[in-house]
């Protein structure tokens, strides 16, 4: 069975910086679209990161474009999230997803998702 697990998240100060690692086990997801969402408390989930399935495409909303980068490795069957010049509002958890296309996650569509790793930014 398919497990996506989250993991890199901690407390850290506001304009530091972060890198979330989500392994994929059970199968190998290359070809597969693959991201991340995060979600605040009272807030609503918010995809925040995607790669296509070459990594050859990438996505973000505009909400965190330039300090976001998203990377795969798919020999690790691994998806990363840099994070730079964090922000209190980007405390949330973090979860990671794999969908068939990049298309899909943004439509927040996704065949699996994964457990998530909290991020917590102090002021």
């Known amino acids: 069975q398919a497990q996506l697990v989250a993991s890199g998240g901690g407390l850290v100060q506001a304009g530091g910086s972060l890198r979330l690692s989500c392994a994929a086990s059970?199968?190998?997801?290359?070809?597969?679209?693959m991201g991340w969402f995060r979600q605040a408390p009272g807030k609503e989930r918010e995809f925040v990161a995607g790669?296509?399935?070459?990594?050859?495409?990438?996505y973000f909303p505009d909400s965190v474009k330039g300090r976001f980068t998203i990377s795969r490795d798919n020999i690790r069957n691994t998806v990363y999230l840099q994070i730079n010049s964090l922000k209190p509002e980007d405390t949330a958890v973090y979860s990671c997803a794999v969908a068939q296309r990049l298309e899909q996650l943004q439509r927040r569509m996704y065949e699996y998702w994964g457990q998530g790793t909290q991020v917590t930014v102090s002021s």
């Open positions: 790669i296509s399935g070459s990594g050859s495409s990438t």
């Open positions: 059970g199968r190998t997801f290359s070809g597969y679209a």
